[in-house]
C-alpha cells in the first residue's frame, strides 16, 4: 500500500507540473499586444535619414506658455533625441531686440556646439514678401533676408527657408518670385547658403506652378523644402492663414515634384490614432517617395497638433518616421 501510495503521489505530481509549466508557456501570447503593430524606436541608426527638429513644433511653450527658452533649443532638441535643429526667425524677435543679432548667434552656436548638434537651416518669417509686385518692395525683401544668410552661413546651417507671398495670381506671382528668388540666390550663393521654397500657403502650395518657378531661377542653391502637409492653396476671404478652401489635389504628387528640387524634407504631422499612425497623412507612402528619390538629408520634425502635448506630438511624429524607416527597409 505504501509503495502504491507513493506511485500516485509521485503521478499527480507530475501531473501538476506538467500543467504549470503549460500554463507559463502560454502567459506570453496572453499578455502579447496584438493592437500595437509600431514598435517604439528610438534612434535613426538604420533609417535612410537622420532627424532634425522644426522649431515650430515649440512654438507654443516658447512664445505662449513661456516654459521653453528658444536660446535653448539645442538643449531641448538634444534631449528629445534629435540629431539637428531647424531654426525659426520669428521666434528671436525678443531676444535680437535686446542682445542684437549677433550675440544671438554667438550664443545659439556656443549652445548647439556643446550638445553637438548640427544646425541645419532657418526658417525666415516677416522679412517682406519676395513675390511682392513693386519692385521696390520686393527688392527691399530680398534686402531683408540677407541678414539671415549672413546667420546661416555663420550657424553653420546649409540653407534658409523663405515664403513666397505677395502676388496671388499666377502670371504676376511667377514672374515677381522668380525675381526675387534669382537676388536672393545669387546672394547666397556667395556665402555657400541655399535658398529654399516651402509648400507654405497661396501659389508655394501649387506644386506645379512652384516648380516651374524654381526650373526658371535655374541655380543650383535655388531648390524646395517639401512639407507633407502645407497643401492649401486658398484660404477663406484671401487670407495667408486661418481656414483653407481650397487644396492642391494630390499632395503625394505634391511631394514626388518637390523632391526633384528637395535639399530638406519637413514631416508635418497633426493627430494620431491609436496605433501610432498619422490620422491624415499616409507616412509610408510619403517616406517611399523620398527614399525614392534619393534624398539622404535629414527630416525635420514639425508636430501642428492640438490634441497631444507639443513633446508628445514631437515624440509621435519621431516614432512614426522611424518605425516606418524600419518598415521600408525591410520590404
Known sequence: MNSRFQQILYLNILALTIISFCLGCRQPSQNKRVEEPLAKTTTSEHAF??????????????????????????????EM???????????????????????????????????????????????????????????????N??????????????????NTFGANEPNQWHNAVVDGLTKLSKYAATKDINVLVENHGWLSSD???????????????????????????????GAR???????????????ELMMEKAKAVSAKSYDFDNQGFETRLDYERLLKIVKQSGYRGFIGVEYEGDRLS?????????????????????N
Open 81 to 143: 533625441g534629435f540629431e539637428g535643429v531647424e531654426y525659426v526667425s520669428q521666434l528671436y524677435k525678443p531676444e535680437i531686440e535686446k542682445m542684437g543679432m549677433q550675440r544671438v548667434l554667438d550664443s545659439l552656436l556656443a549652445e548647439s556646439d556643446s550638445q553637438s548638434i548640427q544646425n541645419v537651416l532657418i526658417m525666415v518669417d516677416g522679412e517682406g514678401d519676395l513675390a511682392d509686385t513693386s519692385v521696390d518692395d520686393r527688392d527691399r525683401a530680398v534686402e
Open 310 to 330: 507639443e513633446t508628445e506630438g514631437i515624440e509621435a511624429t519621431k516614432n512614426l518616421l522611424l518605425s516606418t524607416a524600419g518598415k521600408l527597409q525591410t
Open 207 to 237: 506644386a506645379d506652378k512652384l516648380m516651374a518657378v524654381i526650373s526658371e531661377v535655374n541655380l543650383e542653391n535655388c531648390g524646395t523644402l517639401p512639407d507633407f502637409g502645407n497643401f492649401c492653396v486658398k484660404r477663406a476671404e
Open 49 to 78: 535619414f537622420k532627424l532634425s527638429l522644426a522649431q515650430w513644433s515649440l512654438h507654443k511653450a516658447i512664445m505662449e506658455e513661456k516654459t521653453m527658452s528658444a536660446m535653448a533649443f539645442a538643449k531641448n532638441a538634444k
Open 241 to 255: 492663414w486661418g481656414e483653407c478652401e481650397e487644396e492642391y489635389p494630390d499632395i503625394y504628387k505634391g511631394v
Open 145 to 162: 533676408h540677407k541678414k539671415w544668410v549672413d546667420a546661416a552661413q555663420f550657424l553653420g546651417c546649409h540653407s534658409i527657408r523663405v
